[in-house]
Nanobody, 128 residues
Framework: QVQPVESGGGLVQTGGSLRLSCASS????????MGWFRQAPGKEREFVAA????????YYADSVRGRFTISGDNDKNAVYLQMNSLSPEDTAVYYC?????????????????????WGQGTQVTVSS
């Protein structure tokens, strides 16, 4: 079992920045990759970014590429999501997720079904 816990959400104005953190506990040595997903009211959960534990290969959704940066610290079992140039369209609950599955094809890390362990989520609200 891996238990991810998110923090760092809040209210920010358009154009502002936020940094989300995800600290994991439990059998973190089994983790192959960590991902960030988000869900806005009335919408399905969508992929935001992912990072592999080994090599720190990163993946991004087109909607956030160039504005968001995912990073990881294996020693701290933590993953971060730096979000810049935020817009109201980024308003959502952001979830951190962990997977023990390893894929050669990065696209698999963009699917929510890849991840077995999920945090409770942190709210990000961007005001216009």
């Amino acid at each position: 079992q891996v238990q991810p816990v998110e923090s760092g959400g809040g209210l920010v104005q358009t154009g502002g920045s936020l940094r989300l953190s995800c600290a994991s506990s439990g059998r973190t040595f089994t983790t192959a990759a960590m991902g960030w997903f988000r869900q806005a009211p009335g919408k399905e959960r969508e992929f935001v970014a992912a990072i592999t534990r080994s090599g720190h290969t990163t993946y991004y959704a087109d909607s956030v590429r160039g504005r968001f940066t995912i990073s990881g610290d294996n020693d701290k079992n933590a993953v971060y999501l730096q979000m810049n140039s935020l817009s109201p369209e980024d308003t959502a609950v952001y979830y951190c997720a962990a997977t023990t599955l390893t894929y050669r094809i990065g696209a698999y890390y963009q699917g929510s079904r890849t991840y077995q362990y999920w945090g409770q989520g942190t709210q990000v609200t961007v005001s216009s």
